[in-house]
């Protein structure tokens, strides 16, 4: 299979370092640019030609672990159930990764199909790393900012949507993923947002 990522920069972050902001700025400028958090969620959904499919999975592999049913009455999936399963377990993290990436990579692919001629593409992956999806693509783009200053931004991020991030919380999301100083040693390209 040719590798669809061939072309297209990956545009990474973490939480409150602004990516989603500069992803809008790239499409504003004509880019196209896909999200990987968006397809994630898509082929989830009941809409989705993927659902049923992937909730057989889903519930085969992570339902012994609840008491309660991994999908709501409407069909969606009940993230935050799965969330509290999966945190914290290298395991199921990885089981549940094999069971959704084969997937997102192919309504990926099928999504990049829609990009005009000559678009720079990008694909916004807050885990590019992580995944290890840089070996993949074209290079690498990371919106930079110091630790301190995207807890300090999540957690008023957090208040303006009327949740309540902890900062202890916001420390231990950013704890599960590689250091945004290490992502800084490893991207191509660097957008300071600090």
Excluded at 12 to 33: C, D, I, N, P
Excluded at 60 to 72: D, H, I, K, M, V
Excluded at 186 to 193: F, P
Aim: charged share 25%.
């Amino acid at each position: 299979m040719e590798n669809p990522y061939a072309q297209v920069y990956g545009l990474t972050g973490v939480m409150g370092s602004g990516k989603s902001t500069v992803a809008q700025l790239l499409r504003e400028q004509g880019a196209f640019v896909l999200d990987a958090d968006e397809i994630a969620r898509f082929v989830i959904d009941p809409a989705s030609p993927w659902y049923s499919q992937l909730k057989a999975k889903v519930i085969a592999a992570f339902g012994a672990f609840t008491g309660e049913p991994l999908f709501q009455n409407d069909g969606q999936l009940n993230r935050q159930l799965m969330a509290s399963i999966t945190f914290g377990h290298a395991d199921r993290v990885k089981l549940l990764n094999n069971i959704m990436h084969p997937v997102i990579q192919r309504e990926f692919a099928s999504r990049l199909l829609r990009a005009g001629e000559g678009q720079l593409l990008f694909y916004d992956v807050p885990l590019l790393f992580e995944g290890g999806l840089e070996k993949k693509l074209k290079q690498t783009v990371l919106v930079y900012a110091p630790e301190e200053v995207c807890i300090a931004r999540a957690i008023a991020r957090s208040k303006e949507k009327g949740a309540e991030l902890s900062e202890a919380d916001a420390r231990a999301r950013l704890q599960s993923q590689i250091s945004i100083e290490k992502k800084r040693e490893l991207a191509d390209y660097i957008i300071d947002n600090s």
